[in-house]
């Protein structure tokens, strides 16, 4: 299976910057998912890295080091309501599911 | 509003029965995947579905058991139900291998 880490909680300032790191073990990498989630809500897409360097959409930008088996979702000027949970995602070649680890709940504080 | 459907939101039910989840995935979504959700635990995989064939399966319990039919509706059966099986089930659908699997509201399973 895919051993992946990231940090259970982070708080930050409204308007302020955060970075949830994600890091996996894996072999056959075939793509990283980031996913928003709220309190008893669906997850909902946010971003896929497939290839190594940034991806950039809109306040939210995801970057991946396949070498290093690395990846974080950077959260810019933020807002009240990106208090949420979010979440990593690996999938590997020849494997269809997504693999998600534990989850990494910010709170935006005032 | 993922596209993707499930029925019922809430379900109370009590130790020892069994009870049928239901989804609908986006239109054209071949793939279904199911996940648990519980408090202490992120989303646990259970079991996927292509074009009505079973793809991949992870640690799902004997007891629970799933299908899809030809129209791609899947239905996730939960039998003999414990406590601990309260949770959170997911249905997420996409449309090949290579992309984003969009989720449904869940349903909140809750055993008494």
């Known amino acids: 299976g895919q051993n992946i880490d990231q940090p259970t909680e982070m708080t930050a300032t409204e308007g302020a910057i955060v970075q949830i790191n994600c890091t996996y073990q894996t072999s056959g990498f075939n793509g990283l998912f980031w996913y928003q989630q709220h309190a008893g809500e669906a997850p909902t897409f946010l971003s896929y890295?497939?290839?190594?360097g940034l991806e950039e959409k809109g306040r939210f930008s995801s970057f991946l080091s396949r070498s290093k088996g690395y990846s974080y979702l950077l959260l810019k000027e933020l807002q009240m309501k990106d208090s949420a949970s979010y979440l990593c995602?690996?999938?590997?070649?020849?494997?269809?599911?997504?693999?998600f680890g534990a989850g990494t709940t910010v709170t935006v504080r005032a | 509003d993922s596209g993707v459907t499930q029925t019922p939101k809430h379900l109370i039910t009590a130790t020892g029965q069994r009870v049928t989840l239901r989804c609908s995935p986006r239109s054209g979504d071949l793939s279904v995947y199911w996940y648990q959700q519980s408090l202490d635990q992120g989303l646990q995989f259970l079991i996927q579905?292509?074009?009505?064939?079973?793809?991949a399966k992870g640690n799902i319990l004997e007891r629970f058991s799933a299908q899809q039919f030809p129209d791609l509706h899947s239905e996730l059966n939960l039998s003999s139900l414990e406590l601990g099986d309260s949770a959170l089930y997911f249905c997420a659908s996409s449309g090949s291998g290579d992309t984003e699997a969009f989720f449904g509201q869940g349903t909140r399973l809750t055993v008494v």
């Open positions: 890295n497939v290839l190594d």
């Open positions: 995602a690996v999938r590997v070649y020849g494997d269809y599911k997504l693999s």
């Open positions: 579905y292509y074009n009505g064939e079973e793809r």
